[in-house]
């Protein structure tokens, strides 16, 4: 991996991560003060501008995050066993959480975002370091 035109990882990393805090800061305005739902999803649920601007911008930093992890998966020295962990812990955080959305049962986006932040506890340390 070439470092020219690259910022240091730790860098990147905590730019990735204040865009993913402040997405999710925004998408935690009450409802009330959003504005209109442009968007129905499901019953209760829809996107308002406010709503697709915390998207954007968590999407974009969770995009970048998950694509440092992806390059530097060589160099973090994890065992197949732990990737295959790590990957189904993501995979099943991020399905809960979508799932979430469209289900009856509404807290089901707490077990997702906890699953998921198991699995960037254990990464996102591991791609910051040099």
């Known amino acids: 991996m070439s470092a020219v035109g690259e910022g240091a990882p730790r860098r990147q990393v905590g730019t990735a991560a204040l865009l993913i805090v402040v997405g999710v800061l925004v998408l935690f305005v009450p409802a009330g003060d959003e504005g209109r739902v442009l ?20 999407a974009v930093g969770g ?3 998950e694509v440092l992890v992806v390059r530097r998966l060589p160099y973090l020295a994890l065992t197949p ?20 959305v469209f289900s009856g049962f509404f807290w089901w ?22």
């Open 81 to 100: 066993r732990a990737l295959f962990a790590l990957g189904l812990l993501a995979g099943l955080g991020v399905g809960l959480l979508i799932a979430s």
């Open 63 to 65: 995009t970048w995050l």
């Open 109 to 130: 986006w707490a077990v997702g975002a906890a699953t998921l932040g198991i699995a960037l506890l254990v990464l996102v340390p591991l791609t910051a370091r040099r």
């Open 39 to 58: 968007v129905p999803v499901s019953e209760g649920h829809g996107l308002s501008a406010v709503d697709g601007v915390g998207a954007a911008l968590l």
